[in-house]
């Protein structure tokens, strides 16, 4: 992967460990800035440890860490939460259900003293192309996709500039995948932003990312372009055999 551009995420020789076992063992890999990087891997391979550790919500790590230009140590830094967002699979999980979409948007702000709140709300709803009167909507009373997008508006509201994708369509309809996806590309296109994105669906990462890195009991077993992962050229036997169960990647 060579490049002219920062790295925005450095995952050097990352090991998790929990109790007697290892659940990320010598991972490394890097994501340059306005990039988007795909982790993909079966249930338990390692991959959401990864995202765990560099979002900030699991200490347990050793090895280097180093996101929007902050190293990461056993705390975050005061700036993390303005430069780093995270986006989870469960658009109605993450959104407490008594708060109006109103709520949800201003309160990063209110916490993280940012100003002009009705402006910033109101751009960030037509960013992510949502209605104006979803505002003052409950949870409840949109749908999935339309609850993804709240999420996704959510993270952005603060102006980040690396985004954290945990699964954030496999809880989606097929066809509201595909929003969601072309959404999020849109948005990195725009915003100059930086995903690390986090699935067991090849074709989802495939859409999104250039780059994706195979996860396997904890390894990191391959990094290969999207390209060459679409015309099948693998070289470890998990990738492989990953390839073969997505019948979607073509």
Same mark, same amino acid.
């Given at each position: 992967?060579?490049?002219?551009?920062?790295?925005?995420?450095?995952?050097?020789?990352?090991?998790?460990?929990?109790?007697?076992?290892?659940?990320?063992?010598?991972?490394?890999?890097?994501?340059?800035?306005?990039?988007?990087?795909?982790?993909?891997?079966?249930?338990?391979?390692?991959?959401?440890? *990864?995202?765990?550790?560099?979002?900030? @919500? $699991?200490? #347990?790590? &050793?090895?280097?860490? /180093?996101?929007?230009?902050?190293? +990461?140590?056993?705390?975050?830094?005061?700036?993390?939460?303005?430069?780093?967002?995270?986006?989870?699979?469960?658009?109605?999980?993450?959104?407490?259900?008594?708060?109006?979409?109103?709520?949800?948007?201003?309160?990063?702000?209110?916490?993280?003293?940012?100003?002009?709140?009705?402006?910033?709300?109101?751009?960030?709803?037509?960013?992510?192309?949502?209605?104006?009167?979803?505002?003052?909507?409950?949870?409840?009373?949109?749908?999935?996709?339309?609850?993804?997008?709240?999420?996704?508006?959510?993270?952005?509201?603060?102006?980040?500039?690396?985004?954290?994708?945990?699964?954030?369509?496999?809880?989606?309809? *097929?066809?509201?995948?595909?929003?969601? @996806? $072309?959404? #999020?590309? &849109?948005?990195?296109? /725009?915003?100059?932003?930086?995903? +690390?994105?986090?699935?067991?669906?090849?074709?989802?990462?495939?859409?999104?990312?250039?780059?994706?890195?195979?996860?396997?009991?904890?390894?990191?077993?391959?990094?290969?372009?999207?390209?060459?992962?679409?015309?099948?050229?693998?070289?470890?036997?998990?990738?492989?055999?990953?390839?073969?169960?997505?019948?979607?990647?073509?």
């Amino acid at each position: 992967m060579s490049h002219t551009r920062r790295d925005m995420i450095i995952v050097d020789d990352l090991r998790v460990r929990f109790g007697s076992h290892d659940a990320v063992r010598g991972v490394s890999f890097r994501v340059p800035e306005g990039s988007s990087f795909g982790i993909v891997g079966e249930s338990g391979s390692g991959k959401s440890t *990864v995202m765990r550790a560099l979002a900030g @919500l $699991n200490d #347990l790590w &050793d090895g280097y860490l /180093e996101i929007a230009g902050m190293p +990461l140590g056993r705390g975050k830094p005061p700036d993390f939460f303005r430069r780093v967002q995270m986006v989870f699979q469960d658009p109605y999980g993450s959104l407490h259900p008594r708060q109006t979409v109103d709520r949800a948007l201003s309160e990063p702000l209110l916490v993280q003293g940012i100003g002009d709140i009705d402006r910033r709300i109101r751009q960030v709803l037509a960013d992510v192309a949502l209605p104006a009167a979803a505002r003052f909507r409950y949870p409840h009373q949109l749908s999935g996709g339309q609850r993804q997008r709240v999420a996704i508006a959510r993270a952005l509201i603060s102006e980040p500039s690396v985004l954290l994708l945990d699964e954030p369509t496999s809880a989606l309809d *097929v066809s509201v995948q595909a929003e969601i @996806l $072309n959404l #999020l590309a &849109d948005l990195r296109e /725009e915003r100059k932003l930086t995903y +690390l994105m986090v699935s067991h669906n090849l074709a989802v990462v495939a859409h999104l990312c250039p780059w994706v890195g195979v996860m396997s009991n904890g390894e990191m077993v391959e990094i290969l372009s999207a390209e060459d992962l679409r015309a099948g050229r693998t070289r470890n036997p998990q990738t492989t055999r990953l390839r073969e169960l997505s019948a979607e990647l073509g």
